[in-house]
């Protein structure tokens, strides 16, 4: 639906009302119908990054991220190259890196198309993985720069066994997350080649970030995944499931989340709580809430 500038007024003030103050986010436009069609939406850090949110397929985001000091700039899993292409030509931005979570053809799909657009591009990647075009192999503890920002890799297996996350750092002090299919806004990755123990891990070493920490997951399954939560705790995430179906209802994106909201209601965060063990009845074990929890997920409607 195109209906103008209204519209666009209307979105601007329900995200500046929805968003937490040290969020400031707005669409470019206001058209959106289809999920691959709705325009990228610029966030921007009060402390030196801005990452612009495109949508691609039926629920994914790729991210592109800015360091604002040098203006150089980084593609996390564009998957599908042509929109976000588009996106980075029509803003003039710098692209000097791509990085890659795991190897899902959701996520690498887009490598080759990228290098043979942005010659000489650097590709960042899990280096456990087998990934199209990767120029630089990464994994547990490497660290590298985008600009005069720093960035610090971690192996989270799981979901992948070889699948990493990127964590930011910019000078001015903001740390963003590119968690990939690990964690997302209230849920975390399917356990396609790992076990509750290791998401578990996981969700621990996430939980000792900044709790400001900005956090982009790579697909846009919040909805879904408070429902689900809802129905499980509808003391401690009902409400947010109310919060999010209307943000959604409104075509608003729900990235990026911090470190401390999902502290709040991200129960797959807070398998070590007796609260949380108590509602999957499995009093003083983590990893076995950590298991039902994912469990009850997989066959929640
Ligand atoms: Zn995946």
């Not at 931005?93 to 799909?109: E, M, R, S």
């Not at 999902?262 to 809430?289: R, Y």
Request: aromatic fraction near 8%.
């Amino acid at each position: 639906m195109r209906t103008g500038a209204g519209r666009l007024l209307r979105l601007f003030a329900t995200t500046t009302t929805m968003a937490s103050s040290s969020v400031s986010a707005w669409r470019e436009t206001a058209s959106a119908t289809a999920w691959n069609t709705q325009p990228a939406v610029r966030f921007t850090s009060p402390k030196a990054a801005e990452v612009i949110v495109q949508p691609m397929f039926t629920d994914n985001f790729a991210y592109i991220v800015i360091d604002k000091e040098t203006g150089d700039a980084a593609v996390v899993d564009p998957g599908d190259p042509l929109p976000v292409i588009e996106t980075i030509k029509r803003m003039d931005i710098q692209l000097k890196q791509l990085w890659t979570t795991h190897k899902h053809g959701d996520h690498v799909g887009g490598n080759e198309a990228f290098v043979s657009a942005f010659p000489g591009l650097q590709v960042f990647g899990t280096k456990y993985e087998a990934v199209p075009c990767l120029t630089h192999g990464v994994g547990e503890g490497d660290e590298f720069k985008l600009g005069s920002s720093e960035v610090k890799v971690m192996h989270v297996p799981c979901h992948t066994t070889g699948h990493v996350a990127f964590v930011m750092s910019t000078t001015e002090g903001s740390t963003l997350l590119f968690a990939g299919d690990t964690l997302f806004v209230g849920g975390c990755g399917r356990f396609f080649e790992g076990t509750g123990a290791q998401m578990l891990t996981n969700m621990q070493r996430l939980k000792s970030l900044p709790l400001d920490t900005f956090v982009f997951p790579a697909h846009e399954y919040t909805e879904g995944n408070y429902k689900f939560l809802a129905s499980v705790d509808a003391d401690r995430c009902g409400a947010k499931y109310e919060q999010i179906k209307m943000m959604r209802s409104q075509g608003l994106f729900t990235v990026p989340s911090t470190i401390e909201q999902e502290l709040q209601t991200n129960l797959f965060m807070l398998t070590d709580t007796s609260e949380v063990q108590a509602l999957m009845q499995c009093d003083g074990n983590a990893e076995a809430t950590m298991n039902t929890l994912r469990e009850q997920k997989n066959n929640s409607r």
